[in-house]
């Protein structure tokens, strides 16, 4: 009888045509594979104070930490841009000299090799000076398989941020809940949209309320970063976070986030480079990174 009232299976209609639910996008990843501060199996005493609060909490805030020069000099080269949603390429890095030196400062990188056990290379920056509005998510799911938690995000105050200028927000110790996994997102994407570059606002159709669910279920209470010039914030690609809504439109938020990976973990970007003795990064071209 039971299994009448089970819902049944849609098997005659495309996966990119249904709406998944939370435990189809699902995947827990086997401790040989991930970075050893989120094993699941670990003797926790031989950890750095900053890596268990790491392993716990899934983010590290660092007060008062970049040093004013690095952080004036980029802000001096960033403003004269005039451009509020910031370089109009993913790395400009590539051609800033400025963005290197802060992002790839030496005690910042060495914070993140401490964590990951690996020199972390920077390969992309969010240089807006506005929120991106994007709502709750994980980033680890945008990553392909290999990179498989060897992936953090660091966001930089260049400034006050006011609390109405649509502050970064995320949900401790969520990088425990389950990972939700790119290749189980990507059979719910259409075969066309699926190879393009464009596919993860695509899956925003399903993510952005299982997302949203997940963390009124969970029912934990959220935090802002409401940060002074010089601090940052360190997250786990797993850390459930989205850049909230503004509430006054007419204030700066002004931020240079950036996302690294393990430098041996990234076989889609083989060349890297050291920046003068401190950190690497990835060397990209997108064709447009030059012109700045
Ligand atoms: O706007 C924000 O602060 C969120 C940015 C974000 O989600 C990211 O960099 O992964
Ligand atoms: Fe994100």
């Not at 649509?166 to 719910?188: A, N």
Request: glycine share 6%; charged share 30%.
């Amino acid at each position: 009888m039971l299994k009448f009232l089970k819902k049944q299976p849609q098997a005659d209609i495309p996966k990119w045509e249904q709406m998944p639910r939370w435990d189809d996008l699902v995947e827990d990843m086997p401790d040989d594979r991930i970075p050893l501060i989120d094993r699941k199996v670990l003797d926790i005493s031989k950890l750095t104070v900053d890596q268990k609060i790491f392993r716990d909490q899934g983010f590290l805030i660092l007060k008062d930490f970049l040093p004013e020069n690095l952080v004036d000099a980029y802000v001096a080269k960033r403003e004269r841009l005039n451009l509020p949603g910031g370089y109009p390429t993913p790395i400009p890095y590539m051609n800033v000299e400025e963005i290197k030196d802060l992002c790839l400062y030496q005690p910042l990188t060495g914070k993140l090799e401490e964590l990951f056990g690996e020199p972390m290379g920077m390969h992309l920056n969010l240089t807006g000076w506005v929120s991106t509005e994007r709502n709750w998510h994980q980033d680890e799911y945008l990553n392909p398989p290999g990179v498989a938690g060897w992936y953090v995000a660091v966001w930089m105050a260049l400034d006050t941020i006011h609390p109405d200028a649509g502050p970064f927000e995320y949900v401790p110790g969520s990088h425990k809940w389950d990972l939700v996994r790119r290749d189980k997102v990507l059979e719910y994407i259409s075969p066309e949209e699926r190879g393009k570059e464009t596919w993860p606002k695509q899956s925003e159709r399903f993510l952005t309320q299982l997302f949203e669910d997940k963390v009124k279920e969970k029912g934990i209470k959220s935090q802002y970063f409401l940060a002074e010039k010089g601090d940052v914030l360190i997250w786990h690609s797993r850390l459930m976070h989205r850049g909230t809504e503004p509430k006054n439109r007419n204030l700066q938020r002004r931020t240079i986030i950036t996302h690294y990976s393990g430098i041996n973990h990234r076989v889609d970007m083989p060349v890297k480079q050291q920046h003068k003795g401190q950190g690497y990064y990835f060397v990209l071209d997108d064709g447009k990174a030059g012109a700045y």
